[in-house]
């Protein structure tokens, strides 16, 4: 039998590389000769270049950079040499999990530090640019990020405005003349989860902003902020990209990454996939197990499991998912390509409990799995590309 173990990181638990050497030390428990294929995913979220970098073998770098309160951090990224590709990860800069709940403050935060990476990849010799956007603590519309890659955005009186959306309200000018020319030549490509607009009731702001500390005052006011910006982009560009499906992602990073880098927004599951090389992989295998923490309805809008299990389909290939919850609407997976799926917990648990036995749930679950695939009949002849 050929397996391919491809899971997403069981949050607060493993990451996805973790998740992904448990199953397979399950799976030989259960047969020693069955061929591994371990290929940890994400879907543009928190682990996504840990999962990108351990799919094409890009070399990780690090670069002193801003966090988003602008104090100083070091930020991991990822650079490919032979095809002059870089990958960031915005969350390793900008990131909500490097900020106590106390010091989330959507109005003050920055995506300066993304600039920052941006230009170390330019100076590495970056021709193509995957950035990908889950996880921001920051609703700026990619307002830092522009300044350090050379943007000049400036209030009424000719003075450069302080970092943070809120700072946005005093946005008069928005001079692009210095920006970086290197960006002129530079492929981007931005890994989104959501498809929300940069503004309203289903933008940016009002969708996120209260996870990243704002207020419904705050929330409103970020909201006309980022109108601003977006006025002043479609002066400064003569496009208006503020009610392109993901252009809310991140705090309105989507809509800067379109906007000013010419961007073009994918499905992190589907960007991650293809540079895993997963279609290829899918060819070869007999059966994949994929998995994150919970599986729900909302695992429909690109998660992992969902995007592995879809390609997975169309290859004839059987889908398992193993996840920490099966929480309400996880039946529609059963629509999606998953032949299965199975919680967890082995008894009653709580959540500290299920956490810290999360690797040996998986090791466990993914044994018995195969054991029973196996007494079943459903060998490697019964699951292999012949048998489809």
């Known amino acids: 039998m050929k397996l391919l173990i491809c899971p997403d990181s069981f949050k607060d638990a493993l990451p996805a ?33 840990d999962a990108l970098l351990a799919a094409t073998d890009a070399e990780r770098r690090s670069t002193r950079v801003q966090d988003a309160l602008g104090r100083p951090c070091d930020a991991a990224w990822g650079w490919h040499a032979s095809s002059r590709t870089a990958y960031i990860e915005l969350a390793e800069a900008s990131g909500l999990q490097a900020l106590t709940r106390e010091e989330r403050t959507a109005l003050h935060s920055t995506t300066h530090g993304v600039g920052e990476l941006i230009l170390a990849a330019l100076d590495a010799g970056a021709k193509r640019l995957l950035v990908t956007l ?94 601003r910006l977006a ?40 960007m991650i996939m293809e540079q895993a ?33 879809r390609a997975a389909r169309a290859q004839g290939v059987p889908v398992i998912v193993l996840a920490g919850r099966m929480a309400p609407g996880w039946q529609a997976a059963l629509e999606e390509g998953v032949s299965a799926a199975f919680a967890l917990a082995d008894g009653p648990m709580d959540l500290d409990e299920a956490l810290s036995r999360c690797a040996d749930l998986l090791r466990d679950r993914t044994e018995n799995l195969i054991r029973l695939i196996q007494a079943t009949g459903l060998s490697t002849t019964g699951l292999s590309n012949s048998g489809r």
Do not use: H, W
């Open 134 to 227: 889950g996880g921001s603590a920051t609703n700026d519309g990619g307002a830092g990020m522009l300044t350090a890659l050379g943007a000049r955005l400036l209030d009424a009186q000719g003075q450069p405005l302080a970092p943070g959306g809120a700072a946005l309200e005093d946005l008069a000018q928005l001079d692009l003349a210095d920006i970086d020319p290197r960006l002129a030549e530079l492929d981007v490509e931005a890994a989104v989860d959501v498809d929300n607009p940069l503004l309203g009731e289903n933008g940016a702001s009002a969708i996120f902003g209260p996870q990243k500390g704002a207020s419904e005052a705050d929330v409103k006011r970020l909201d006309a902020a980022l109108a």
């Open 17 to 49: 590389s973790e998740a992904a050497r448990a199953i397979a030390e399950g799976a030989l428990r259960a047969d020693p000769s069955i061929e591994i294929d371990e290929c940890p995913m994400a879907d543009g979220g928190e682990g996504s270049l």
């Open 277 to 309: 090389g997963m279609a290829e992989r899918l060819e070869a295998a007999d059966l994949v197990i994929t998995g994150e923490g919970q599986l729900d309805g909302q695992s429909l809008s690109g998660k992992t499991p969902i995007g592995i299990s």
């Open 231 to 270: 006025d002043q982009a479609r002066e400064a560009t003569g496009q208006d990209l503020r009610d392109q499906p993901g252009a809310g992602a991140a705090g309105g990073m989507g809509f800067a990454v379109a906007a000013f880098l010419g961007g073009r927004m994918r499905p992190g599951i589907e």
